[in-house]
Each structure stands twice: as structure tokens, then as C-alpha cells.
């Protein structure tokens, strides 16, 4: 698999004397969809908050591209940070800007290209994730919260980012939807050779997109493993979790 791109060692995080995060050991190498499952309060987005280097650890390391984030001044974060996109649970579109501008926030902030030039690459990545020109000029407010979903992944995938990271990106959205922002997940990778990692409660999307699964409960990473494997889990608490998971698909068929 070659050297991994997200190396965290022996992390722990405290928060008001409560434990949140218990001694995770993982690495996610280049170019795999590596999902975050668990239930709620388990741990899944302190995790990824650790590996896009908003929190820093109590204890233990995260290393991203071979550098300690926890070493790293705000400036070299920041660089860090051009690597990686993030997927918000919510969106997190900023309300008073059209489609195209939070698009293309980043060419807005990091850049000096004229806005039709910036509006034009909006419109380019907005294809590329299934929207078409019709909605560069709307506002946030006027989209569905799949499309809101959509946008926000276009937004992430403008700075060429390496790393995408996606927080809860089927919460909320119908089940149709959810299957959609599923294969979009798998195609962009599949286009941009970007590595991803997925926060998620959704079984289903889980076992449907990801290369590996990491099982978190109670801030403890109990299980790491493919689909197939994490299926077959002898472990109680990652079975139990996986059979009421999937009770919708079993249904569905």
C-alpha cells in the first residue's frame, strides 16, 4: 500500500475531564475510501477534526503528508490545509453568496483571477458533481439539501485537495439521495485519485463506497477491516451495529 497519508498514533483527546478519544491507532493510505462508522457521541467527527487539524490531541500524534499537525504553526497549517477539503455534516454554504462564489471561494480567497474567470471554474466543478450552470446564480436557500450536499463537495474539490473529508454526507437526505452522493463519493475519487475519508452512521453508504471501515465506540477504534470483513465481524458490538444498520436494505429486498 506504500507509505499512508494519514498516520495517527496513540490519540487521545479530553474534554472536560471526559475521554473522548481512547488511544486510536490507524493509518489511511492514497487514493482509498476509508470510512468512520459508529453511533452517536462515539467519536466519528473528533476524529476527523483531529486529521483536518482543527483540535489538537491530549495525547499521541496525527501526522498528514509526513508532518505533526500538533507542531505546526497556523501558517503551515494553512498549507496543510490547501491539501484537504472538507464536506461539512450541514453544508456549511455561506448563506449570502451565490452557488458560484462559495464554489469558488477558494480562487475568491487564495487568489487574484477575475471573478468571470472564478465563475467560469465554478460552473466546471459544478459539473463535475452532477449540477449543471442553472444553479450558479441561485443562493443557497434555494436548494434542496441534496443539491446544498452536491455544492458543498464542489466547493471541497476546487483547491485540487488531496485529502477530501466528509462529515455525516448522507444525514438527512432521502434514501434515493443518500445512493446518489454515494456514487459520487466513489466517482470523484475514481477521477481525481484523491484519498477520502468518510464520517458516517449509514451502513448501507458505508459498505456500499468503502475500500476499509473503521469501527468506532465509545471513543475506542474496536475494528478495522473491508466491507466483507467488517460483515463477517465477530466482535458483538460492531455486529449489533451493522445488523440494525442494514435492517433498511434487508427490507428493501
Same mark, same amino acid.
Given at each position: 500500500?506504500?507509505?499512508?497519508?494519514?498516520?495517527?498514533?496513540?490519540?487521545?483527546?479530553?474534554?472536560?475531564?471526559?475521554?473522548?478519544?481512547?488511544?486510536?491507532?490507524?493509518?489511511?493510505?492514497?487514493?482509498?475510501?476509508?470510512?468512520?462508522?459508529?453511533?452517536?457521541?462515539?467519536?466519528?467527527?473528533?476524529?476527523?477534526?483531529?486529521?483536518?487539524?482543527?483540535?489538537?490531541?491530549?495525547?499521541?500524534?496525527?501526522?498528514?503528508?509526513?508532518?505533526?499537525?500538533?507542531?505546526?504553526?497556523? #501558517?503551515?497549517?494553512?498549507?496543510?490545509?490547501?491539501?484537504?477539503?472538507?464536506?461539512? #455534516?450541514?453544508?456549511?454554504?455561506?448563506?449570502?453568496?451565490?452557488?458560484?462564489?462559495?464554489?469558488?471561494?477558494?480562487?475568491l480567497e487564495?487568489?487574484?483571477l477575475p471573478?468571470?474567470?472564478?465563475?467560469?471554474?465554478?460552473?466546471?466543478?459544478?459539473? #463535475?458533481?452532477?449540477?449543471?450552470?442553472?444553479?450558479?446564480?441561485?443562493?443557497?436557500? #434555494?436548494?434542496?439539501?441534496?443539491?446544498?450536499?452536491?455544492?458543498?463537495?464542489?466547493?471541497?474539490?476546487?483547491?485540487?485537495?488531496?485529502?477530501?473529508?466528509?462529515?455525516?454526507?448522507?444525514?438527512?437526505?432521502?434514501?434515493?439521495?443518500?445512493?446518489?452522493?454515494?456514487?459520487?463519493?466513489?466517482?470523484?475519487?475514481?477521477?481525481?485519485?484523491?484519498?477520502?475519508?468518510?464520517?458516517?452512521?449509514?451502513?448501507?453508504?458505508?459498505?456500499?463506497?468503502?475500500?476499509?471501515?473503521?469501527?468506532?465506540?465509545?471513543?475506542?477504534?474496536?475494528?478495522?477491516?473491508?466491507?466483507?470483513?467488517?460483515?463477517?465481524?465477530?466482535?458483538?458490538?460492531?455486529r449489533e451495529?451493522?445488523?440494525?444498520?442494514?435492517?433498511?436494505?434487508?427490507?428493501?429486498?
Amino acid at each position: 500500500m506504500g507509505e499512508p497519508v494519514i498516520r495517527i498514533r496513540n490519540l487521545r483527546k479530553v474534554i472536560d475531564g471526559r475521554e473522548i478519544l481512547k488511544g486510536i491507532n490507524l493509518d489511511i493510505y492514497e487514493g482509498e475510501i476509508f470510512v468512520i462508522i459508529g453511533g452517536s457521541g462515539s467519536g466519528k467527527s473528533t476524529l476527523l477534526k483531529h486529521i483536518v487539524g482543527l483540535w489538537k490531541p491530549t495525547e499521541g500524534c496525527v501526522c498528514v503528508f509526513g508532518q505533526n499537525l500538533a507542531e505546526l504553526d497556523e #501558517q503551515e497549517l494553512d498549507k496543510i490545509r490547501l491539501k484537504m477539503g472538507y464536506v461539512f #455534516q450541514e453544508g456549511a454554504l455561506f448563506d449570502f453568496l451565490k452557488v458560484w462564489e462559495n464554489v469558488g471561494f477558494y480562487y475568491l480567497e487564495h487568489t487574484n483571477l477575475p471573478k468571470p474567470v472564478v465563475r467560469k471554474k465554478a460552473i466546471e466543478l459544478l459539473r #463535475q458533481v452532477d449540477l449543471d450552470e442553472k444553479v450558479a446564480d441561485l443562493y443557497p436557500s #434555494q436548494l434542496s439539501g441534496g443539491m446544498k450536499k452536491r455544492v458543498s463537495t464542489a466547493r471541497a474539490i476546487a483547491g485540487e485537495g488531496r485529502i477530501i473529508l466528509y462529515d455525516e454526507p448522507t444525514s438527512g437526505l432521502d434514501p434515493v439521495t443518500s445512493r446518489n452522493i454515494d456514487r459520487l463519493i466513489v466517482s470523484l475519487r475514481d477521477r481525481l485519485g484523491s484519498t477520502s475519508v468518510v464520517v458516517t452512521h449509514d451502513m448501507i453508504s458505508a459498505v456500499s463506497i468503502a475500500d476499509r471501515i473503521g469501527f468506532i465506540y465509545k471513543g475506542e477504534l474496536l475494528e478495522v477491516g473491508t466491507p466483507e470483513q467488517i460483515l463477517n465481524s465477530k466482535n458483538p458490538l460492531v455486529r449489533e451495529f451493522v445488523e440494525k444498520g442494514l435492517y433498511g436494505l434487508k427490507r428493501e429486498r
